[in-house]
């Protein structure tokens, strides 16, 4: 992997140290390019001609077919949305709930799995059982208290792969085993994971999965993607629809649903210009390999684990080196409040990370353009604040 030539194509990189993917990710230029070009071409012909319709097809499906890959998973179990929480939604508000179901989830999820779960539970009665997790658990103790957690009523886990508030890497296929195992199902927060780590909805056996563009993609915001296993989709209702529901033609006198296309879940159009841009952004991702972004993103948060612990008056919240490990470093440092410490590093250093609340500190994400310099600079303003 070329990191400089990689870094060359990203020009929000020249001007600051950019270590906040995990909230939004800079874009190549040629991502920002395939959105202005087709704007521009939206602009300078009529929006209904037929090269912008055709064209708007292309993409479309070209997107789908990159989500695909990205994910291993068929075309017809996809489906474009606006982000990672609508995908969410769709499922949330599509399944059909009974009074007494329970959905099990964790505690250091984030508010986009928590809002939704509560709202289903409050809406249709159902239960909503909360894992009380600390990020330094080890899978197997996870794999324990989700087990203890379920009960024949358990409908769904509902978790983030990766969990945003210190990198923790769930154990998800053992999670979807223990599921399914038990007669329910899982949904996963892809929101830490598409363009991070690598990906397989077949091989890991998962029922839902909501993806984003903006993040580790190097997309733009408002664009994403849902998966639905095949053998499930009919059983997932949309909470609002439109044409691409119904079977063609579609008149007062000739209303078929078919229930069976992900495209039901589309209540009118989307914006081709960022759907554009997400295929683009997968053309910049796919000749570096996922698998070589993951390896690449380990090591850098293994070398600013083992700077941050070095020191004093420095807390590591993120797990331990191994599979539970991920790009995302989250520590707290001992009497700095977590918004005034990331604030403090923009100041001195030009460094850009977050602040998190739960558990209270301040987040690091590494991705593959992130050199070991950078990683040095962090450790460094870190040590001389703490």
């Known amino acids: 992997m070329d ?27 040629s991502v920002v390019e395939a959105i202005k070009n087709r704007i521009d071409m939206e602009a300078m012909e009529p929006p209904a001609s037929m090269r912008v319709i055709e064209t708007a097809r292309e993409i479309r499906g070209q997107a789908l077919q990159a989500v695909g890959r ?52 409050l809406r ?10 600390d990020p330094h658990d080890p ?5 324990e208290k989700f087990q203890a957690a379920m009960t024949p009523r358990t409908r769904l886990i509902f978790i983030s792969h990766i969990q945003y508030s210190t990198g923790m890497r769930m154990p998800a296929p053992e999670l979807a085993r223990m599921a399914h195992e038990n007669g329910a199902e899982i949904l996963l927060d892809g929101a830490q994971t598409a363009g991070h780590i690598a990906l397989d909805m077949v091989a890991d056996d998962y ?10 993609m190097l997309g733009f915001e408002g664009v994403g993607a849902l998966y639905i296993r ?25 209303i078929v649903p078919n229930p069976a296309t992900m ?74 409040e977590p918004d005034a410490l990331d604030d403090q590093l923009w100041e001195n250093n030009r460094i850009v990370v977050r602040h998190i609340e739960h558990p209270e500190g301040v987040r690091a994400s590494l991705h593959f353009f992130n050199t070991e310099e950078e990683v040095d600079q962090l450790a460094a303003a870190v040590r001389n604040l703490a």
């Open 124 to 133: 249709y009665r159902v239960g909503v059982r909360i894992v009380a997790l």
């Open 207 to 216: 029922d839902y999965y909501s993806i984003p563009g903006q993040k580790w």
């Open 230 to 254: 095949r053998e499930l989709l009919t059983a997932v209702h949309p909470a609002h629809t439109g044409g691409r529901h119904m079977e063609s033609p579609v008149t007062p006198n000739h």
């Open 3 to 29: 990191v400089a030539q990689l870094r060359s194509q990203i020009p929000a990189l020249a001007n600051q140290v950019w270590m906040n993917t995990g909230w939004s990710g800079p874009s190549p230029l």
């Open 263 to 336: 495209d039901k879940f589309l209540g009118g159009s989307g914006s081709i210009p960022l759907q554009a841009a997400f295929l683009e952004a997968t053309r910049f991702i796919e000749p570096i390999g996922v698998g070589n972004i993951e390896a690449r993103n380990l090591q850098l948060a293994s070398r600013l684990k083992a700077q941050l612990r070095e020191s004093p008056h420095v807390t590591v919240l993120s797990p331990e080196d191994g599979p539970l490990a991920s790009g995302l470093v989250s520590f707290s440092v001992e009497g700095w």
């Open 139 to 143: 899978a197997d103790v996870i794999l």
């Open 70 to 121: 990205l994910m291993n998973a068929s075309e017809e179990e996809l489906v474009m949305t606006r982000n990672t929480t609508e995908g969410l939604n769709i499922v949330m508000s599509g399944l059909d709930w009974q009074p007494g179901d329970e959905i099990v989830t964790c505690s250091l999820e984030h508010p986009s799995v928590l809002a939704p779960a509560w709202m289903i539970g």
